[in-house]
């Protein structure tokens, strides 16, 4: 059961005074006359999504101020409404199922009652079924996602991917109909069955090397009956397309960091890569690599030529993609696309993540995959033109991709784009550290700086602002050795900054105003209690005449918060969250 702390709950409500909104995390009602139907769509929503916290008892047409009429009694009866509605046993009256673990609970803002649900995500429970759904309106229609703030029913074939997320798919064991093992490629097969044969495997044992058909049944390459499995043509067939016109890798260069909305403009570059599996691999991995540039390493008397991407990461992206997408009939249709634009490269397939895997635990190497027959043979066969086979062992991809990544200089791997029925992995060119931004660094005092610390300031530079956790997810680095990072560039003035941030840039060269007196500002406040202009100023001992461009500039960088308009007496500063 998850429950909402008290420095969260103000956190939320501050981030949604700030954007004066609800957001993809959180949702308010005043629910001041009755508990609205609408909040069962938003506890669907946040259970088949990311989780998320529910708020009763706050006016979103008065930026989100205790709503007037929400009294004790009427957080009692709401929370009596919501554990009603939230009781899965046989004499309950359940409103979703199946029912989060989670319990109302009371709170105040601003020293008025509210009540809080907090929502946990089902995505990791494999022991329970999925999707959550509102009773009264079925599976169909009553089946919701969380986008930004809104609660958006699923398509029914995002409802398919969820009821299958852990049911192992069949597809690629079953028979393609109409072909024998003569369409299989006897080059191809008789590869695979020599590399397994002089490797450790006793996967072979027992079987004679004449025998090409018991083989290839004990692979699952071939049915009970002989007819080539899905996996076994896909993987070894000349032409897979011949039936599975789909099954291709989508290459398209674009000429900026977004797909062109205008149908006349032409790509930059297109290959549709076909073929049997390991060669679709090779050529989309060869589609992409022409189109990135390289860049000149020197250590010491030697000098090298690098891709901006590593390679085998581009390949590891694109066999999992392949590897792991849906092959079911309700996504036969779609393609594994490879889309290059000039900041990044994005690997998208159909099927969304499987299992237990959610974008916050894929980097840990769970050994799970949608496509268990596939999987394994791709982990056999060898890769058309060099050594190797086409997929590295059960887990290991993922990891292997950040740790590359991040011994390149670029930010991990980034899977959140992914959606329930597509996973997408952005991976970042050049990363932070392109031409311009190292010349950037290199202009800065106090060089030459080590990579983490080239990175965080490219990272600043690029976003604006970043946070402690920000830092952790593009570099792999520890809490605690990110704040050891952070002060020793706050100390040498590149960076502004406290506690789990936000930092901004301090450079001087950037036009930034000098450090000591927005630090002095900082230093007075706290994301909890705010401060009007006029305690500031006691506190820092400046003039309001001083204070008030400081505090615009402070506000506008994102390190603090305003409470109300510029123009309200009540205006007030927080320190951001």
């Given at each position: 059961m998850?429950?909402?702390?008290?420095?969260?709950?103000h956190q939320h409500v501050?981030r949604?005074?700030?954007?004066r909104?609800?957001?993809?995390s959180?949702e308010a009602k005043a629910?001041?006359?009755?508990?609205?139907?609408?909040?069962?769509?938003?506890?669907?929503?946040f259970?088949n999504t990311d989780?998320g916290?529910?708020i009763?008892?706050l006016?979103e047409?008065?930026?989100f101020?205790?709503?007037k009429?929400?009294?004790?009694?009427?957080?009692?009866?709401?929370i009596d409404?919501?554990?009603?509605?939230?009781?899965?046993?046989p004499?309950g009256?359940?409103?979703?199922?199946?029912?989060p673990?989670?319990?109302?609970?009371r709170?105040?803002v601003?020293g008025?009652p509210v009540?809080?649900?907090?929502?946990?995500?089902?995505?990791?429970?494999?022991?329970?079924?999925m999707?959550?759904?509102?009773?009264?309106?079925?599976?169909?229609?009553?089946s919701?996602?969380?986008m930004?703030?809104?609660?958006?029913?699923?398509?029914p074939?995002e409802v398919?991917?969820?009821?299958?997320?852990r049911i192992e798919?069949?597809?690629d064991?079953e028979?393609?109909?109409?072909?024998?093992?003569?369409?299989l490629?006897?080059?191809s097969?008789?590869?695979?069955?020599s590399e397994l044969?002089s490797?450790?495997?006793h996967?072979?044992?027992?079987i004679?090397k004449?025998?090409?058909e018991t083989?290839?049944?004990r692979l699952?390459?071939?049915t009970s009956?002989?007819?080539p499995?899905f996996a076994?043509?896909a993987?070894?067939?000349?032409y897979p397309q011949?039936?599975?016109?789909?099954?291709v890798?989508?290459v398209?260069?674009h000429?900026?960091t977004?797909?062109a909305?205008?149908?006349?403009?032409r790509f930059?570059?297109?290959?549709?890569?076909?073929?049997p599996?390991p060669?679709m691999v090779?050529?989309?991995?060869s589609?992409v690599t022409?189109?990135l540039?390289?860049?000149r390493i020197t250590?010491?008397a030697?000098?090298?030529?690098i891709?901006?991407?590593p390679?085998d990461?581009?390949?590891?992206?694109?066999t999992n993609?392949?590897m792991h997408r849906?092959y079911?009939?309700?996504?036969?249709g779609q393609?594994?696309?490879v889309?290059i634009?000039q900041?990044?490269v994005?690997v998208g397939?159909p099927?969304?993540l499987?299992g237990?895997?959610?974008?916050?635990n894929?980097d840990?190497?769970?050994?799970?995959?949608r496509n268990?027959?596939?999987a394994?043979?791709?982990r056999?066969?060898?890769r058309?033109?060099?050594?190797?086979m086409v997929a590295?062992?059960a887990?290991?991809g993922?990891?292997r991709m950040i740790?590359?990544m991040?011994?390149q200089?670029?930010?991990a791997?980034?899977?959140d784009a992914?959606t329930?029925?597509?996973v997408?992995v952005?991976?970042?060119?050049?990363?932070?550290l392109d031409?311009d931004v190292r010349?950037w660094?290199d202009?800065?005092p106090g060089?030459?700086?080590n990579?983490?610390?080239?990175?965080v300031l490219?990272l600043?530079?690029?976003?604006?602002?970043?946070?402690?956790?920000?830092?952790?997810?593009?570099?792999?680095l520890?809490?605690?050795d990110?704040?050891d990072?952070l002060?020793?560039l706050v100390?040498e003035?590149l960076?502004i900054g406290m506690?789990?941030?936000?930092?901004v840039l301090?450079?001087?060269?950037?036009?930034?105003p000098?450090?000591?007196?927005?630090w002095?500002?900082?230093?007075?406040?706290d994301?909890?209690?705010?401060l009007?202009?006029?305690?500031?100023?006691?506190q820092?001992g400046k003039s309001?005449?001083a204070?008030?461009p400081?505090l615009?500039?402070?506000v506008?960088?994102?390190?603090?918060t305003?409470t109300a308009?510029p123009?309200?007496?009540?205006?007030?500063?927080?320190?951001?969250e």
């Open positions: 998850t429950t909402v702390n008290a420095d969260d709950l501050a949604m005074r700030r954007q909104s609800d957001d993809a959180v629910a001041v006359r009755d508990l609205p139907k609408s909040i069962w769509d938003t506890v669907s929503a259970a989780g916290t529910i009763l008892g006016d047409r008065e930026d101020q205790p709503a009429g929400f009294t004790e009694a009427v957080a009692k009866r709401r409404a919501l554990i009603s509605g939230l009781d899965a046993s004499q009256s359940a409103k979703v199922a199946p029912v673990d989670c319990v109302p609970e709170d105040t601003d008025r009540v809080v649900l907090n929502v946990p995500s089902l995505r990791e429970r494999l022991d329970i079924d999707p959550c759904y509102v009773i009264v309106k079925g599976i169909l229609n009553g919701f996602k969380r930004d703030d809104h609660d958006v029913r699923l398509s074939y398919h991917v969820l009821r299958t997320r798919d069949p597809t064991r028979p393609v109909l109409g072909t024998t093992i003569e369409d490629n006897p080059q097969v008789d590869r695979l069955l044969r490797s450790s495997s996967i072979l044992d027992h004679n004449d025998d090409r083989a290839l049944k699952n390459i071939l009956d002989g007819v499995t076994g043509y993987t070894l067939a000349p011949q039936e599975f016109p789909r099954l890798v989508d398209a260069v000429p900026g977004q797909k909305q205008d149908t006349n403009v930059l570059d297109r290959q549709v890569c076909d073929g599996i060669l090779e050529d989309a991995v589609a022409r189109n540039r390289h860049r250590k010491g030697l000098a090298e030529d891709l901006e991407i390679e990461v581009l390949r590891e992206a694109i993609a392949v849906d079911s009939a309700h996504a036969q393609t594994v696309a889309d634009y900041d990044r994005e397939n099927g969304g499987y237990g895997r959610t974008i916050t894929i840990e190497g769970l050994p799970v995959s268990k027959v596939l394994n043979l791709l056999s066969v060898p058309p033109h060099s050594r190797g590295e062992a887990g290991t993922v990891p740790n590359a991040r011994q200089g670029l930010p791997p980034d899977y992914t329930i029925d597509r997408t952005k991976l970042s060119r050049f990363g932070l031409p010349a660094l202009s800065l060089g030459p700086r990579t983490a610390a080239d990175s490219a600043t530079r690029r976003d604006g602002k970043v946070w402690v956790v920000d830092i952790r997810r593009n570099l792999g520890d809490s605690d990110v704040r990072l002060g020793e100390a003035g960076l506690n789990d941030g936000p930092y301090a450079d001087p060269k950037l036009g930034m000098s450090t000591g007196a927005r002095e500002v900082l230093s007075v406040l994301s909890r209690e705010p009007k202009i006029q305690e500031i100023a006691e820092t309001l005449s204070l008030r400081l615009r500039e402070l506008g960088d994102g390190l603090i305003a308009p123009t309200s007496r009540n205006r007030a500063y927080l320190l951001a």
